[in-house]
């Protein structure tokens, strides 16, 4: 087990957290963010890009004109690729690019970024942090006090006061322990957990 320090929101220290080393400790393995940022990222393509092929150009119905007599090639219909207006020969398809990667490497990577953001002291665990009305401001001021600028905030999903707190905030984003992901936690400067976000995670990650 590994013990960290717990701070309240003015980075006063109010205790500790016992966590598994497994999750702060993990040796840091830049494959496996290769790995799965890449499928994480190649998830996200829209996958759209398509042209209209010969089949699917309008018109094009009657023989240009006669096959013999003429001195030219040979043409069967003004909508082939070689014509201007004509259908566009091997273009793009729509197309779905995700694929997954297995389980027990998607959390051997999340475990890896967590104690790389430990390692780098990036790693900030705070009691709790509940606010009654949403205020970026606020949340701004709070991450200032922390000494943070670019944070990943991850608190129970439903505290919806400081996710609209963070969401307009430059640098700053927020997600419930289940969202927690790679590319995020790397992306942020630093990691922002409440002792029960960090619980959840240690407990979905053993």
Do not use: C
Not at 9 to 26: F, P, R
Not at 55 to 79: F, M
Not at 146 to 163: F, H, M, P, R, W
């Amino acid at each position: 087990m590994a013990t960290l320090d717990v701070y309240n929101l003015e980075k006063q220290k109010v205790g500790t957290i016992d966590l598994a080393d497994s999750l702060v400790n993990s040796p840091v393995d830049e494959t496996l963010f290769y790995e799965v940022v890449k499928a994480q990222l190649a998830s996200r393509r829209a996958g759209t890009a398509a042209v209209k092929n010969r089949s699917l150009v309008s018109g094009g119905g009657k023989k240009p004109y006669k096959q013999k007599g003429t001195g030219r090639a040979r043409q069967g219909s003004t909508r082939a690729s070689q014509w201007v207006g004509g259908g566009k020969a091997m273009g793009p398809k729509p197309r779905d690019y995700e694929y997954h990667v297995p389980k027990k490497v998607r959390q051997a990577a999340l475990r890896a970024a967590i104690s790389k953001r430990h390692a780098d002291k990036a790693l900030v665990i705070v009691n709790e942090w509940k606010v009654e009305k949403p205020s970026t401001k606020a949340a701004v001021a709070t991450l200032a006090k922390l000494g943070l600028e670019s944070a990943l905030v991850i608190d129970a999903k439903g505290n919806q006061t400081l996710y609209k707190s963070v969401r307009n905030a430059k640098g700053v984003k927020f997600l419930p322990p289940e969202g927690a992901n790679v590319f995020d936690i790397l992306k942020h400067h630093a990691l922002v957990l409440t002792q029960a976000s960090a619980k959840a995670l240690e407990g979905a990650l053993q």
